[in-house]
């Protein structure tokens, strides 16, 4: 097992790499942007009095919880644009897929959280004379919201790894970058753990600061 | 709007079949694999010293930390050129699938082992029970029960990863229906049934881990 690492290949890369990584980014924020905020909505839907729109939201989340995000992906950009007759760019078939798979984990991160607000909350609200929409919004929801920040960065996380995906339709993301390059320069080795590298780069900050914000929380909660 | 046309995939029933049997395998073999390893990799780190402790760590941290196509990758491109032979792609894409389970499922069992109030040892302690009956007997009984209900929904992501095994070539169920889809030009009605299928397996297994966590924690509490 001597195989001598060629460094030059890494260092010709690298410019390649970087472009892909921003691509690999952006997807990640788009589809945050997308999952944060249909998330809570689906959420508040999966709580809702009413039968039909809770069935409907938990059908949503269960459907997008329960299949391959590959095939999420597949499926938005094969069947998409002979649905609704549009084209659009393997990247936006790419943050709508991811954004929506992001919306379902998100969806049950937020519900989770509302759970946690305590009931005495809402009584008090009553007793204190706050109509639903003031108590849902201002009492309940930043509660949960604070509760839920550990669990959405780790489904941010998650959803940057998943981003790794759309190399498969295309999209000039980090892998794709990598999978060309290792190809052309018969390198894999040194490429595609430059390529792991760069993933870990970013994924482990960011899972250190899950941890310190679940300490935070947790601290929060009991108090 | 286009006209679909499901009845031409139920004669793909067979092929499907074999596709979702082989995504099946993958996950089995994996499970073993990684369930092991997992569990080593958690008493390492919960128990393990400092130096074995730190090895866990970063196993976990860069099998956690890089998405699965790329180890798939890695794993199916770089393991021939280190060992000079074919290892298959079988045996190249279950390592990739078992090394990311047992990263995430070490983490399931030490949050686990964590969750084991401190007053027990306290009470070991006191009874004079020794560090292996300590462990073996007291803590480890407890946080295997407990950890069953995430393990559960570790098998779930497993199973869902495992349709990128698709992406080196090899013939799972997403595979076969991409196959399918690109030789009959009909995406949608393949693509949503191979998602279908995926749904039908998996579904229900979340059901069960919500089942078996409500009845565990009633056994749990008393």
Redesign the interface.
Same mark, same amino acid.
């Given at each position: 097992?001597n195989?001598d690492f060629s460094w030059i290949i890494v260092e010709r890369a690298l410019p390649k790499l970087f472009d892909g990584l921003l691509v690999s980014l952006q997807l990640t924020v788009w589809a945050n942007v997308i999952g944060l905020t249909a998330g809570f909505l689906l959420a508040l839907c999966a709580i809702s009095r009413f039968r039909v729109v809770r069935w409907l939201a938990v059908a949503y989340i269960?459907?997008f919880?329960? %299949?391959?995000?590959?095939? +999420?992906i597949?499926?938005f950009y094969?069947?998409v644009p002979?649905?609704f007759g549009v084209w659009w760019s393997g990247f936006l078939m790419g943050v709508l897929a991811l954004g929506m798979n992001l919306t379902a984990f998100n969806a049950e991160a937020y519900r989770a959280a509302i759970q946690t607000v305590p009931s005495s909350h809402l009584d008090a609200s009553v007793a204190l004379g706050l109509g639903p929409v003031v108590s849902t919004l201002l009492v309940v929801l930043p509660q949960a919201l604070i509760i839920a920040i550990p669990v959405l960065m780790t489904n941010a996380i998650g959803i940057f +790894? +998943?981003?790794?995906?759309v190399?498969?339709i295309s999209v000039e993301d980090l892998?794709y970058q $990598?999978?060309i390059l290792?190809g052309e320069t018969y390198r894999?080795?040194e490429i595609?753990?430059t390529?792991?590298v760069f993933?870990?780069a970013i994924?482990?900050p960011m899972?250190q600061l899950v941890g310190f914000f679940e300490s935070r929380v947790a601290r929060m909660l009991g108090r | 709007?286009?006209d679909l046309n499901f009845s031409f995939v139920l004669g793909y029933t067979n092929v499907l079949l074999a596709g979702l049997l082989t995504s099946i395998q993958f996950v089995s073999v994996a499970i073993v694999l990684g369930l092991s390893l997992g569990f080593v990799l958690s008493l390492m780190r919960s128990f393990g010293g400092t130096i074995l402790g730190m090895i866990a760590t970063v196993f976990v941290?860069?099998f956690? $930390? %890089?998405?699965?196509?790329?180890?798939l990758?890695?794993f199916f491109?770089?393991l021939p050129?280190?060992?000079g032979t074919d290892l298959g792609g079988f045996a190249s894409a279950v390592l990739a699938l078992s090394l990311y389970f047992a990263a995430i499922t070490s983490e399931t069992f030490r949050s686990s082992l964590k969750s084991i109030e401190p007053a027990q040892l306290d009470a070991c302690v006191a009874l004079g029970l020794g560090a292996g009956t300590r462990i073996f007997r007291v803590i480890l009984p407890q946080a295997v029960l407990r950890a069953i209900p995430n393990l559960s929904s570790n098998v779930?992501s497993l199973f869902?990863?495992?349709?990128?095994v698709?992406?080196v070539g090899l013939a799972d169920l997403?595979y076969v $229906? +991409?196959n399918i889809?690109n030789k009959e030009a009909r995406?949608?009605e393949i693509? %949503?049934v191979?998602?279908l299928i995926?749904?039908a397996c998996?579904?229900p297994l %979340?059901r069960i881990a919500a089942v078996i966590e409500k009845k565990l924690l009633k056994v749990i509490k008393v």
């Open positions: 097992m195989y269960e459907v919880r329960c %299949t391959p995000a590959l095939i +999420q597949v499926w094969f069947c002979m649905i +790894q +998943q981003s790794a995906l190399a498969l892998v $990598g999978r290792a894999p080795i595609l753990s390529v792991a993933y870990l994924s482990i899972s | 709007m286009v941290e860069v956690r $930390g %890089t998405p699965v196509l790329v180890l990758f890695w491109f770089c050129v280190f060992f779930v869902k990863e495992s349709a990128l698709s992406a997403m $229906g +991409q889809a995406p949608i693509l %949503t191979v998602a995926y749904f998996a579904f %979340t």
